[in-house]
C-alpha cells in the first residue's frame, strides 16, 4: 500500500491579516507589517503596468500580494505546501491564481525585486495556461516548459544584468557547468536562463522576447517558438548562447591569484558565510549552510582543529534562509557571539571558548537582525536591525539590555562599524543625503549603496559621505587600520577590495579648532571573481575573504599588508590597474563635500561588454559625479558628463529611483482604508483522468481468493481542491466512477492547517465487487470516517494519529437458489493509527529525488461485530543517491507485521497499479489465520500476485534511474517525452510469512496439505521462502501520464523464471 510522506509547516505565532484593497489589487499584511505594505501596494502600481506592457498581455482577474515581515514568517506559512502529486499517476492541473509573495530582508531594492519577480510570474502563468479552468486543464497536459525558460524568464524582467548574476553565470561557464543544460535545477536554472534570455535581447532585440513566448504557447512546443519568431531553432541558439560567454569570459580561464591559500571549500549545496577571524588571531570562524542545515564551526589556527559549536535547522529545499546566523567577536576574543532564529524568534548566543560553553536568550525588539559588531568596550553590539518596515542602525547595551537607535528613516543602513576608538560610525546605505532622520513621506531610493561615517561622540543628525558613486555599490566597511576603511567595491564588474583613508587638516581656528576631513581612496585587488565577505587581522597579520569559484564557496586568506604599503603594490602589482585616487575634503561642521580630483577615474566596465587583454580588465576614463550640499544632481564640472552603464535592453530596473520618487505616480497615489481579512475559498487544483487506482488506501477486506480488484479497473477519476488564500483551510472533494458502477468511490476532506496542530476530516464511501474463494461474488459497500491530527517538530519531522469508523455493508450477489437465500451481513470497525514521518527529500525532477523519507507506524482495529482485534506495524524506508549528475540510486526497505484474533493478510508480487494483474494460484493460503482484511506488498517484480503471503512481509527494492536524454544532451530539449524519459534497472528482495521467521515451521508455506475422502496429510516442505527478481524498466510521460513498462526476471528456489512485462502508472517505487 502506498505510503503518504510529505513535509510540514511549523506555526509558531498566530497572524492577524488585514488588506488594502486598490483598483487591481488587494495587499495583505499584518502586525508591523503595515508600512511595508504600503511600499508595496506603491510598487506594485508602478512595475504591473511596466510588465504587462513589456509582454503585451493584460492579466484580468485581481492580483493579492501578500506581505511578510520576514522570511521566518514566511516559512510559517502554508503556502505552497502540498503533497497532493505524490503518486498522482496523470498529474494535476494546479489553477493558476493572481496570488504573490514577498517577504523583507532589511534591503528595500530586493524588495523591490521580489515585487517585480512575483508580478512577472503571474503575468507568465497567466499567459501560459490561462486564467479560466478549461485552458488551464487543456495547457497543463499538453505545455511543460523547463525550469531554465520559466525561472530564467522571470528572473531576467524582474532584475537587469548585475554584478551578482555577472559572477555565477562567469562562474558557470567557466567551470562547464552550463553545457549540462538539460540537468541545471534551482539556482543554476535561474542563472542560466537569465543569462540565455539576456543573450537573445541582446543579439535579436528585447521585442522578440514576448513573441517567443506567445509562438511556445500557439504551439505548445519550446523549440517552434524560436523557429518561428528567430529563424534558428532553440538547439542553434543555445550553442551560439554558449558560444557568446565563452568569448566573453575564456580569457579568465584558470586564472588564480598569487599569495592566496584556500582554508576550506564548501560541497555541492553548501554554502559558507560570516567567516570571521578572533580579535587574537589565534582562531577563526564561519558558518556552512547546506539547504537550511547549518553549523557553526570554531577553528583552532595554531593547532589546525576544527570544532562544530552549535547545529540547527534541516537539510529542506524549501526557502532557505542564508541570512543567519551572524558571528562577531568580543573584543578580548574569548567570546563569540550569534544572531540566529528559532521558533519565530530572534535569539541572541554567547560561545565561552574557555569554558567550551553555549548560552544564548531570546531577543524580542526587532522584526529582524541584518548585521551585528562589538564595540571596543565589549558593552555594546552595533547592530543594523529592522522594525517596522525600516533599517536603521541600534547600540545595543549588552549589561543593561538597552537600546539607543541612531538613524530613524526609511533608507536601508547596513554594516555598521565602531573606528577610531569608538568615536565614529561607518555604515553602508542607499541613502540619498546626508541628513538622518528625514521624513519618509516620499519614497526613493538610491539603486546602490554607499558609505557614510557619523559623529557618534558628538551626535547630530549630519552625516559625511565617504564614496559616491550612482551605478556602483560600497558594502562590508571596517576598520583596517586606524585612518584606513577597507570596503568592497563592485567597480569594475566585479566586487574587489577598496581602502579608503581618512585624513584631518585644521580648517580655522576661532574659539575652538575646526577640521576639515580628507578622503582618499584606492583599489587594493581586482580578483576575476566576488569577494563575498572580508575579515582582517593586523595582530595575526591575516586577512581572509569568502569568493565563489567552479561552483563551490572558497575560505582564502592572504597576508595582512599595512595600508602604507598597500599603495606602493597597488601601483605596481600586475592584478590591479592603478585606479587614479580622489581626495576628497570635508569641512567638519556643515559637511560640503570638495572633491579635488588628482586624476580621472576610471569609468565604469560594461559588464554585459568585457574587453579582455592581457590584463585581467582594461579600463577607461570617466568623469566623476560630484554633489553639493543639499543637492541630489550631478554637478557640472566643465568637463565630460560621466556615462551609465550600457546594459542589455530590458525592462527597467530601478534605473533612476530618485525620479519615480518625485513621480505624479508616487505623489497622487492614496491608500485606502484597512479591512479585515475574512476567509474565502478558490478554486486551487483540479485533476480529470483516468487510472486505476483507489482515491483513498484502506485496507480491503479479505475474499480469500484471487485478489486482483486490489488494483481497480480503469475508470474515471475527478479531484477538485479548494483552499483559502492564506492556505490555512483546504477542502478536497473527489469521486470515481466504473464502467460497470461497482467500483465506485467518493471522497471528501477537509484540512484545518491554520496553527501547528494540523486537523483533518476524512468522508470515504467505496464500492468494490470479488470474488470469494467458494467462487461466490460479493459486494462491499464500505463508509468510512477518519479525524486525523498532525503535530510537525520541524519542517521534515511529524508524528500524526488518526482514529476511524468503518462500516462494512456485505451483499452475496445471487447466482442460485443457495446464494439468494444468504443474508446480507454488516461489520463495524474503530480504528487508531500512529505514525512517525520524516521526510527531506528534494525533487531533481520527475521522479527523480535526492534524501530520506521514512514512515514508522502502528494501527489498532477493534470489530464492533465479532468483538475481535487486529493490531499491525510497519515501516517503510527510503534513500534516494545522487550518483552522477541526473542519475539517482533509489533504494527502499518496508515491512509489516499483524497479531491478534483477527489478522491482515499480506500478498506479495506484482507491481502497483498493473494494467492487467495476474495471480499465482500455487502458493497455499494459510485460511486459519481468520483475516479479515488483505493487501498488497509490492513492488516484487518477476512473479504475478501471491507469489508468497502470510501476516507479515519485508521487502527490499534497488532501482538505478537513469534519465537517458538529459544526462546525454546537453543542449535543451525539445519534448517532453524526451525530457522525462528514464531508463531503470531494478532489483526486489522479499518475503511473505506466517510465524516469526520465514524458515520457521510456522511458515505455512513450508507446509503442505493433501486431502483424500476422509484422509488428511500436512506434509513439511523444502521451499525457500525468500525470493527476487531483477530486470530493467523504461519510464515516461505521455499526455501528462508517467507511464512505467518494466521486464523482470524472477528467481524462486534457485531457478530463474521466465520474464513478466508490467505496465502500470504512478511515481517512485
Do not use: C
Amino acid at each position: 500500500m502506498q505510503q503518504e510522506f510529505g513535509k510540514n509547516r511549523v506555526q509558531h505565532n498566530d497572524f492577524l491579516w488585514s488588506y488594502y484593497r486598490f483598483e487591481r489589487y488587494d495587499v495583505y499584511y499584518y502586525k508591523e507589517g503595515k508600512e511595508l505594505a504600503e511600499f508595496a501596494a506603491r510598487e506594485a502600481d508602478l512595475h504591473l503596468k511596466e510588465i504587462e506592457k513589456y509582454l503585451d498581455f493584460p492579466v484580468d482577474d485581481r492580483l493579492q500580494i501578500l506581505v511578510f515581515n520576514n522570511m521566518s514568517d514566511l516559512k510559517q506559512s502554508n503556502i505552497n505546501l502540498s503533497t497532493e502529486e505524490d503518486y498522482n499517476t496523470g498529474g494535476q492541473t494546479t489553477i493558476v491564481g493572481t496570488r504573490m509573495f514577498v517577504y523583507f530582508n532589511g534591503d528595500h531594492n530586493d524588495f523591490i525585486r521580489q515585487i517585480r519577480a512575483g508580478i512577472a510570474e503571474i503575468v507568465i502563468q497567466n499567459l501560459i495556461y490561462g486564467g479560466s479552468l478549461k485552458d488551464a486543464v487543456r495547457s497543463s497536459t499538453l505545455v511543460h516548459l523547463p525550469p531554465w525558460y520559466t525561472e530564467g524568464l522571470k528572473s531576467f524582467i524582474a532584475q537587469p544584468w548585475n554584478v551578482e548574476i555577472d559572477s555565477r553565470v562567469r562562474d558557470g561557464i567557466l567551470s562547464g557547468k552550463y553545457k549540462r543544460f538539460n540537468s541545471l535545477t534551482g539556482e543554476d536554472a535561474r542563472y542560466a536562463g537569465h543569462s540565455f534570455w539576456n543573450y537573445v535581447v541582446n543579439t535579436y532585440g528585447e521585442k522578440v522576447l514576448p513573441h517567443i513566448l506567445f509562438m511556445t504557447i500557439i504551439n505548445r512546443n519550446v523549440d517552434s517558438g524560436f523557429l518561428f519568431v528567430l529563424g534558428s531553432s532553440l538547439t542553434t541558439v543555445a550553442e551560439d548562447w554558449m558560444e557568446y560567454y565563452d568569448k566573453r569570459y575564456g580569457v579568465l580561464e584558470g586564472f588564480e591569484p598569487p599569495d592566496t591559500e584556500e582554508l576550506r571549500r564548501s560541497k555541492k549545496d553548501q554554502v559558507f558565510f560570516q567567516f570571521r577571524y578572533s580579535p587574537t588571531g589565534s582562531h577563526y570562524a564561519y558558518v556552512r549552510n547546506e539547504l537550511g542545515l547549518y553549523k557553526v564551526y570554531l577553528v583552532d589556527i595554531r593547532k589546525d582543529k576544527k570544532k562544530k559549536i552549535i547545529k540547527k535547522g534541516f537539510r529542506i529545499a524549501q526557502n532557505t534562509d542564508y541570512s543567519y546566523p551572524l558571528l562577531t567577536w568580543h573584543p578580548t576574543g574569548n567570546f563569540l557571539m550569534m544572531i540566529y532564529e528559532e521558533k519565530g524568534l530572534t535569539y541572541m548566543g554567547i560561545y565561552d571558548l574557555r569554558k567550551k560553553k553555549f548560552e544564548s536568550r531570546p531577543m524580542y525588539t526587532f522584526n529582524k537582525i541584518i548585521n551585528i559588531s562589538y564595540a571596543q568596550d565589549g558593552r555594546r553590539l552595533l547592530l543594523s536591525a529592522v522594525r517596522r518596515g525600516q533599517t536603521d542602525v541600534y547600540i545595543y547595551d549588552v549589561v543593561s539590555n538597552t537600546f539607543e537607535q541612531l538613524t530613524n528613516d526609511i533608507y536601508d543602513d547596513h554594516h555598521p562599524q565602531f573606528i577610531m576608538d569608538d568615536k565614529y560610525v561607518v555604515f553602508a546605505s542607499n541613502r540619498l543625503g546626508d541628513t538622518l532622520n528625514v521624513p519618509d513621506t516620499l519614497f526613493g531610493f538610491a539603486p546602490t549603496t554607499d558609505l557614510f561615517w557619523y559623529d557618534y561622540k558628538n551626535g547630530g543628525n549630519q552625516l559625511r559621505r565617504l564614496t559616491n558613486t550612482r551605478h556602483i555599490n560600497e558594502e562590508v566597511p571596517y576598520e583596517y587600520q586606524p585612518g584606513y576603511i577597507s570596503y568592497l567595491s563592485d567597480q569594475g564588474g566585479t566586487r574587489n577590495r577598496h581602502m579608503v583613508h581618512i585624513d584631518s587638516a585644521v580648517d580655522y581656528v576661532d574659539t575652538t579648532t575646526h577640521y576639515r576631513y580628507i578622503y582618499d581612496d584606492f583599489q587594493v585587488t581586482n580578483y576575476p571573481w566576488n569577494i563575498i565577505q572580508q575579515s582582517g587581522n593586523s595582530f595575526s597579520n591575516r586577512l581572509g575573504f569568502i569568493h565563489y569559484e567552479n561552483g563551490r564557496f572558497r575560505l582564502k586568506e592572504t597576508e595582512f599588508i599595512p595600508a602604507d604599503e598597500l599603495r606602493e603594490i597597488t601601483a605596481e602589482s600586475p592584478l590591479v590597474d592603478p585606479v587614479p585616487r580622489t581626495r576628497k575634503e570635508y569641512n567638519f561642521e556643515v559637511g560640503v563635500i570638495k572633491e579635488v580630483r588628482e586624476a580621472e577615474v576610471v569609468r565604469e566596465i560594461d559588464i554585459n561588454n568585457y574587453i579582455f587583454g592581457e590584463e585581467i580588465y582594461k579600463k577607461f576614463n570617466q568623469e566623476p559625479e560630484r554633489f553639493s550640499k543639499g543637492q541630489e544632481t550631478a554637478v557640472d564640472s566643465g568637463q565630460a558628463p560621466s556615462e551609465e552603464r550600457k546594459d542589455v535592453p530590458q525592462v527597467q530596473f530601478l534605473k533612476d529611483n530618485v525620479a519615480k520618487a518625485g513621480s505624479s505616480a508616487s505623489k497622487n497615489f492614496k491608500i485606502p482604508q484597512a479591512r479585515n481579512y475574512v476567509t474565502a475559498f478558490f478554486t486551487d487544483f483540479f485533476t480529470a483522468q483516468v487510472d486505476n487506482s483507489f482515491i483513498n488506501e484502506t485496507y480491503q477486506p479479505f475474499t480469500g481468493g484471487q485478489p486482483l480488484f486490489l488494483n481497480p479497473s480503469f475508470n474515471g477519476l475527478f479531484k477538485i481542491g479548494l483552499g483559502d488564500l492564506m492556505e490555512n483551510y483546504k477542502i478536497i472533494g473527489a469521486f470515481r466512477l466504473s464502467v460497470d458502477l461497482n467500483n465506485n468511490e467518493f471522497f471528501l476532506v477537509f484540512k484545518d492547517l491554520k496553527h501547528r496542530l494540523d486537523k483533518s476530516l476524512i468522508l470515504h464511501r467505496r464500492g468494490q465487487r470479488a470474488f470469494l474463494n467458494n467462487n461466490l461474488v460479493i459486494k462491499t459497500q464500505t463508509h468510512e470516517v477518519t479525524y486525523k491530527v498532525s503535530w510537525p517538530f520541524s519542517e521534515v519531522f511529524a508524528v500524526t494519529w488518526s482514529g476511524t469508523y468503518r462500516f462494512d455493508q456485505n451483499v452475496l450477489l445471487a447466482t442460485d437458489q443457495v446464494t439468494l437465500d444468504q443474508p446480507n451481513f454488516q461489520r463495524q470497525w474503530v480504528s487508531g493509527k500512529g505514525a512517525l514521518v520524516f521526510d527531506n527529500t528534494i525533487n531533481k525532477g520527475l521522479n527523480l529525488y535526492e534524501g530520506s523519507r521514512w514512515k514508522i507506524f502502528g494501527e489498532y482495529y477493534q470489530n464492533l461485530t465479532s468483538g475481535g482485534y487486529t493490531v499491525t506495524a510497519g515501516f517503510d524506508f527510503r534513500k534516494y543517491l545522487p550518483i552522477h549528475r541526473s542519475i539517482i540510486w533509489a533504494n527502499r526497505f518496508a515491512g509489516g507485521s499483524s497479531w491478534g484474533n483477527e489478522k491482515l493478510a499480506y500478498f506479495m508480487g506484482g507491481v502497483d497499479n498493473w494494467f492487467s494483474p495476474r495471480y499465482d494460484n500455487t502458493t497455499p493460503i494459510d485460511f486459519g489465520q481468520n483475516y479479515v482484511f488483505q493487501t498488497l506488498a509490492t513492488p516484487l517484480r518477476g512473479f504475478n500476485q501471491n507469489i508468497r503471503n502470510g501476516t507479515s512481509f519485508a521487502v527490499l527494492n534497488s532501482e538505478l534511474r537513469i534519465p537517458l536524454f538529459r544526462y546525454l544532451f546537453n543542449r535543451p530539449l525539445r519534448s517532453d517525452f524526451l525530457t522525462n524519459f528514464q531508463i531503470v534497472g531494478f532489483a526486489d528482495v522479499g518475503t511473505a510469512l506466517t510465524g516469526l521467521s520465514p524458515y520457521s515451521e510456522e511458515n505455512f508455506l513450508n507446509t503442505e496439505t493433501i486431502t483424500q475422502g476422509p484422509i488428511t496429510v500436512n506434509l513439511n516442505t523444502q521451499v525457500e521462502p525468500i525470493v527476487a527478481g531483477y530486470g530493467f524498466g523504461l519510464r515516461t510521460r505521455m499526455l501528462g501520464y508517467f507511464i512505467k513498462a518494466d521486464w523482470a526476471w524472477g528467481w524462486e528456489d534457485g531457478v530463474v523464471r521466465d520474464n513478466i512485462f508490467y505496465i502500470s502508472l504512478g511515481l517512485d517505487f
